[in-house]
């Protein structure tokens, strides 16, 4: 039995209930009192939402709906005060919390989980909402992409012809979800000079949404993102609301390129690495887009951003430094290789593999990531996490000297030991999971290092 | 030195669980013995050829990659039974296993015929089995081994009454979540369900069907490989099987409301 509360009942309960999550050292408290106010009062979410006088927006995919969301705030935040999830709590109960804590907030702008996507948009009814991307992910959590992309489908026909969905073209089953649909807006990338020259190994949606032959890919970019079109029943990428073109990327600092809309077009300098980031940049800008902003308003909120949590982040340690470069699956972990690689292949890293719930409890993942070009470049290899023995034999099988890999799950200890091998003035990379960031993120928080993530985005 | 000549089957379709990576075992493992590893995909246009190959391997996919290749895969029966019938050795994980039976019903009822070389069926169910899986395998008479690997399926497996399992269940679900069993084998093939990749946690399976291969090959019996240091997989190992014995697979069962069912491997 639920009891109807009255609201202010609800949230100043649940409010308390964050502080005390907070006290008891239990990390940011981020969903707890979401959680609490999903069972105190489970309609609570739907007034609190409809409440926003400016609406909300979702952001949804398996790879950079963090940075989509933190980009798209970037923007935004000139237009109207925001309740936004910035720590990344994603699911309904993350939202739920964010609406709790955002007084005089007027505009919504959500990440939010692919799974939990249609529970969410039934409850929170947005005005806009972005779909970025699908790629295998968490296979044990989520079971296959089809039950995903099937979510999805039959989420967006749900919702009101209002409702403004963006999308990205690139993506076979993602760009088909604007079909039908007017006030979509599709975007995607058009610079064939960056193409891969095939399909990765882990390119997921290959085989024609429509009729299940194999697409022909004019240009490959990221995974199975990029220009297809199937050569027996003529399934094409949808045509392009907006573009990025003229790309150039530059190391691990920035990627500069031409934001490209029928209103006209603006170079933009964003301050994040990799292809990868631009289809974040388009899916922020082009959903910014729906939302009313202009493009002097876009092109001056790219410029500003700078990475979100965990994400890409240098944390100095001392007279050195750490990279952190979060890694989840296989699409988004090639992408952080190539980025890395491309942008002067370092000679030690320290990868930590997790098998937590948040991590995928099947870490079979990691032998589709083509490590093999970040292999080549090192020298040493501290492997850590709780499964830091499959990371190992990752790379004894890649052909990586054993004598060459280290073994440390103790996180802590792994990267002490990455510094101690780190040269005075240098960088050390570390590419942990999703529980092994966070757990790095305490470790550097104890010490004293950073901020914790709750200060900040608050 | 000896040239293994492996079949990869639909390496572009079935490839779900990190196939790629029980090949980096299999063509390590032979390297480091001196031998050298010959892998051709095979794919749907292509025939098997008698005698043309020592060692198959088939992956896992999702339903809808089945689906895709299932008829074209029932059509290679026949050579694909004579090949280990003369002493090939054969993988086949998940969605592969699924389709070396006689049939397999996938999540929304259809219906994809099978090889027909193990003598099983497969049915998915409600709820997919999902989680860390230990087995223990008595492969040679009289040497019990043990398995760890991940299972994810909707199907449940119903060997024949004939037929011998791959192993028993230590902890998890194997073929049905019910019988105890897991897997199947028949002479040089092995059908399962565990994928993590399988073998580079358990290099003892690679060796064995290695060494089958190899006697395939130069036409004598198997006999076994140099032993190598298998340090790091016998610690992968230790921590796969632990995950398990926690509460593997049995805490794990997914349930999924009706209107959303996941399709099956």
Same mark, same amino acid.
């Given at each position: 039995m639920h009891l109807r509360l009255p609201l202010v009942v609800d949230i100043a309960g649940a409010k308390v209930v964050a502080a005390l999550s907070r006290l008891a050292g239990a990390g940011g408290g &981020? &969903?707890?009192?979401?959680? @609490?106010?999903?069972?105190? %009062?489970?309609? *609570?979410? %739907?007034?609190? *939402? *409809?409440a926003l006088p400016a609406g909300a927006a979702v952001v949804s995919a398996t790879n950079g709906k963090t940075t989509t969301t933190a980009i798209a705030a970037e923007i935004l935040r000139g237009r109207a005060r925001l309740a936004h999830n910035r720590a990344g709590s994603n699911l309904l109960s993350g939202v739920a919390s964010t609406l709790l804590t955002s007084r005089g907030a007027e505009l919504?702008?959500? =990440?939010? %989980? =692919? *799974?939990? @996507?249609? =529970?969410?948009?039934?409850r929170v009814r947005p005005r806009a909402i972005s779909l970025g991307n699908l790629f295998r992910d968490q296979l044990d959590r989520y079971g296959e992409l089809e039950l995903v992309a099937d979510r999805w489908r039959r989420a967006v026909a749900a919702l009101p012809a209002a409702t403004r969905i963006v999308v990205n073209a690139d993506d076979p089953q993602v760009g088909d979800l604007a079909h039908g649909r007017e006030t979509a807006s599709t975007f995607g990338l058009d610079d064939p000079r960056l193409a891969r020259s095939g399909l990765q190994h882990a390119a997921d949606s290959k085989y024609c949404v429509r009729c299940g032959t194999p697409y022909d890919y004019a240009a490959a970019y990221v995974g199975h993102l990029g220009d297809y079109r199937c050569p027996a029943c003529g399934h094409a990428r949808p045509k392009l609301d907006v573009a990025a073109r003229a790309i150039e990327l530059d190391g691990l600092d920035r990627v500069v390129f031409d934001f490209v809309t029928a209103d006209g077009s603006r170079r933009v300098d964003l301050g994040l690495p990799g292809l990868y980031n631009v289809y974040n940049a388009l899916a922020a800008g082009t959903l910014a887009q729906a939302l009313g902003a202009s493009l002097d308003e876009i092109a001056a909120g790219l410029g500003r951003f700078t990475a979100a949590f965990g994400r890409f982040e240098r944390i100095p340690v001392g007279s050195k430094g750490l990279l952190l470069l979060l890694i989840k699956n296989p699409a988004g972990a090639n992408e952080v290789v190539r980025t890395l690689v491309e942008g002067g292949a370092p000679r030690l890293a320290v990868v930590a593999l997790n098998d937590g719930i948040a991590d995928g409890r099947d870490v079979s993942w990691i032998w589709d990531v083509d490590f093999e070009p970040l292999f080549e470049g090192l020298e040493r290899l501290v492997v850590s996490g709780d499964r830091a023995t499959e990371l190992a034999l990752r790379a004894k099988y890649a052909g990586f000297d054993t004598q060459a890999i280290e073994v440390v799950p103790d996180l802590a200890r792994a990267v002490d030991r990455g510094l101690e091998l780190t040269p005075e003035g240098g960088e050390l990379v570390v590419l942990p999971t999703y529980t092994a960031m966070l757990g790095l993120q305490r470790l550097v928080t104890q010490r004293g290092l950073v901020r914790p993530y709750w200060e900040r985005a608050a | 030195m000896t040239t293994i000549r492996v079949a990869h089957l639909y390496p572009d379709y079935l490839n779900i669980y990190a196939d790629r990576g029980n090949m980096a075992v299999l063509r390590r493992r032979a390297e480091w013995r001196g031998h050298e590893l010959e892998i051709t995909g095979l794919g749907m246009a292509d025939s098997i050829v008698a005698g043309a190959h020592d060692l198959f391997y088939i992956g896992g996919g999702q339903d809808r990659e089945q689906l895709l290749v299932a008829a074209d895969l029932s059509s290679k029966a026949e050579p694909l039974i004579a090949a280990v019938e003369e002493g090939c050795a054969l993988l086949a994980v998940c969605g592969g296993y699924q389709l070396l039976g006689r049939r397999y019903r996938g999540f929304h009822g259809e219906e994809m015929p099978g090889v027909g070389l193990l003598p099983l069926e497969t049915v998915a169910g409600e709820g997919r089995l999902i989680g860390n899986v230990l087995l223990e395998c008595e492969v040679e008479p009289g040497l019990r081994r043990t398995l760890a690997g991940f299972e994810n399926h909707a199907g449940r497996t119903l060997l024949d009454p004939r037929a011998r399992p791959l192993g028993r269940v230590v902890c998890g679900y194997g073929n049905d979540g019910e019988s105890g069993w897991e897997g199947c084998r028949l002479k040089g093939a092995v059908g399962t369900y565990l994928h993590g990749p399988l073998l580079p946690r358990n290099p003892w399976l690679a060796d064995w069907l290695l060494a089958r291969a190899l006697a395939h090959r130069s036409g004598g019996e198997p006999t076994a490989l140099e032993p190598l240091l298998d340090e790091l997989e016998a610690g992968a190992h230790a921590v796969s099987a632990g995950r398990a014995q926690a509460g593997g697979g049995a805490a794990a069962v997914r349930r999924w409301p009706r209107r959303a069912r996941p399709a099956g491997s």
């Open positions: &981020t &969903t707890v009192p979401g959680k @609490l106010l999903c069972k105190l %009062d489970p309609g *609570a979410i %739907d007034r609190l *939402a *409809a919504g702008l959500f =990440e939010v %989980d =692919e *799974a939990a @996507l249609p =529970e969410v948009v039934r | -």
